[in-house]
């Protein structure tokens, strides 16, 4: 079974954005009901944080994509550049930095549950989306999932000199 084009391209991040802020509604939707205190009273401490996570996803997410340009998506294994750190940068732009930085300046504790759920859910949602990889690239995929985290990088893993 090979990849689809819309598979090549979007992976399973069209779904996961779908899925992760229809939990993001529902978490505003639940602010109110649930009444988890605020992170900070520091109007300052939640600006900081917000842009942090702009300017760490924007970063992330451009890396990721001049490392591996769409149009090349599928048709080759890259283990360089933000591959070399983590398996999914662009992914990891959205969950890592943007996530965390968004709780903060919705400064509630129920959205920093909602990140690290959030987290979690796209690690069952990238699945299907890492079997096709290894239908594609077999044993080379399997290995470099072993050195390399999903979303964060693995500092205990050796790394190749590819």
Not at 6 to 32: C, K, N, T
Not at 86 to 103: E, K, Q, T
Not at 144 to 150: E, F
């Amino acid at each position: 079974m090979s990849m689809t084009r819309y598979e090549r391209h979007f992976g399973a991040g069209p779904r996961g954005l779908l899925i992760s802020y229809g939990l993001l509604a529902l978490a505003w939707r639940l602010e109110s009901v649930v009444g988890l205190p605020s992170i900070t009273g520091i109007a300052s401490v939640r600006l900081y944080a917000f842009v942090a996570s702009i300017a760490g996803a924007f970063g992330l997410g451009v890396w990721g994509l001049r490392s591996l340009p769409p149009g090349e998506r599928g048709l080759g294994l890259v283990t360089t550049g933000a591959y070399k750190y983590v398996r999914h940068p662009v992914y990891a732009s959205l969950l890592s930095c943007f996530n965390l930085g968004l709780a903060v300046w919705f400064n509630n504790w129920l959205y920093l549950v909602w990140a690290v759920l959030v987290h979690g859910f796209w690690h069952w949602n990238i699945r299907s989306e890492e079997k096709l990889m290894v239908q594609a690239f077999g044993e080379r995929y399997t290995e470099y999932c072993k050195r390399t985290g999903r979303f964060l990088p693995r500092f205990w893993a050796p790394w190749d000199s590819d």
